[in-house]
């Protein structure tokens, strides 16, 4: 990643909402990479926390990690995404599964999102 890492933890937390376990977490699974200073600690930069939403946004979307590490570390044309992002939705639609993205009986769910793709 770009840009110098001096970004301690601390304000890491303040700027993405993100508490000490979910750094460390995605930084365990090799979701993100920061420097370490000689007592260990972590250091981040600008470009780290803009990951690091990136991240929690995917997560919130219903992206595991293995498929957010896909997409942050071979990013596709936006194509690509869109189209893995209709065959998401559409899976969940078949489910009756969007009860987290959009509220609404699962009944309604189809005609509504057939409509879009008209």
Request: no cysteine; glycine share 6%.
């Amino acid at each position: 990643m770009a840009g110098k890492k001096s970004i301690p933890m601390r304000v890491v937390k303040e700027k993405t909402g993100l508490t000490a376990r979910q750094i460390r977490y995605y930084d365990e699974v090799g979701l993100i990479f920061p420097e370490r200073t000689k007592g260990n600690q972590r250091l981040f930069s600008e470009d780290d926390i803009n990951r690091m939403k990136k991240i929690k946004s995917l997560l919130d979307e219903g992206y595991k990690i293995e498929a957010i590490k896909e997409v942050l570390n071979h990013p596709r044309p936006i194509k690509g995404n869109l189209s893995n992002l209709r065959t998401n939705l559409n899976n969940r639609i078949n489910k009756g599964d969007l009860s987290r993205i959009y509220p609404g009986s699962s009944r309604n769910l189809k005609e509504k999102y057939k409509k879009t793709k008209e």
